[in-house]
């Protein structure tokens, strides 16, 4: 009977250490792919910073950046995953604060997360340009000095401002304008006058001003202060998507979105 106790009580404690196990594991930050420059710091200048190397462990509140030949796939504790792509920065946040921040400092990144279940706190990403919120999505980030945007490869993204409302303007919209203007400009003086009137009235439909807006699959905006134009998916962005699944697609195949 004793005997019988003891294995009882050694079984419940190696279930006990598998569920600790998983249960760490779910909020680890791991690096399970790294190529080129890759290194963590503390600090955001990368004072004392450390090279990473696949299977290293992020600290919370600790930065990851790459070089211009680097690149790396980071499993986000139970998330998902993300890709930095060359010379980009991100921060994790505090796994005892926020465990569900992300700051994208700079550079090129695609996020690919879980759908969350109904209660769970969404993911929140903030840059420079916007704070993101999602649920379960694919998406790149670009943040660098020629190109502000965010591209929607599936899911829903949620684009909120940090200050003042967004100036919106649908692209269809933006080329059917263009191109009214272009016969505009060959019609003759009467015409021209019903053109003037129909921009007027035109720029008052096509432009929205607000504090946030969603972006759904394949769409994207593109940004220049708090001006946004939305439309779809650029040839860039899909480029620089397709490239990023194709060496990221061992783990970015395990994510339920």
């Known amino acids: ?64 950046s790459t070089g211009t030949d680097g690149r790396a796939v980071i499993r986000v504790r139970d998330a998902g995953y993300i890709v930095v792509d060359k ?13 569900n921040f992300l700051r994208h400092i700079t550079g090129i990144i695609f996020y690919a997360l879980h759908s969350l279940k109904g209660g769970h ?42 200050g003042e409302a967004f100036e919106i303007y649908r692209k269809e919209q933006l080329d059917e304008f263009e191109a009214f203007k272009r016969e505009g400009k060959q ?3 009467e015409e021209k006058r019903s053109f003037s009137e129909y921009r007027a009235n035109t720029q008052k439909e096509f432009v929205e001003y607000k504090r946030e807006f969603g972006l759904g699959a394949n769409r994207m905006a ?6 946004v134009v939305e439309g779809e998916l650029s040839e860039a962005s899909i480029k620089d998507i397709e490239t990023i699944e194709s060496y990221a697609k061992d783990w970015l195949d395990e994510v339920n979105d």
């Open 1 to 64: 009977m004793h005997f019988l106790t003891s294995i009882g009580g050694i079984i419940a404690f190696l279930t006990y250490l598998c569920i600790a196990s998983v249960s760490f594991a779910d909020d680890l930050i791991e690096v399970v792919k790294a190529d080129g420059m890759v290194v963590m710091s503390e600090t955001t200048d990368l004072q004392n910073e450390r090279i990473v190397v696949e299977k290293s462990i992020l600290p919370a509140k600790y930065f990851l």
């Open 87 to 99: 010379s980009s920065k991100v921060e994790f946040g505090d796994v005892n604060d926020n465990a």
């Open 121 to 162: 706190p969404p993911i929140e990403i903030q840059t420079d340009i916007a704070f993101l919120g999602v649920r379960g999505t694919r998406f790149l980030v670009a943040d660098t000095h020629d190109r502000k945007e965010v591209g929607v490869r599936k899911g829903l993204v949620n684009v909120a401002s940090p």
């Open 187 to 189: 019609a003759i003086t």
């Open 222 to 227: 593109t940004f220049d202060g708090n001006r």
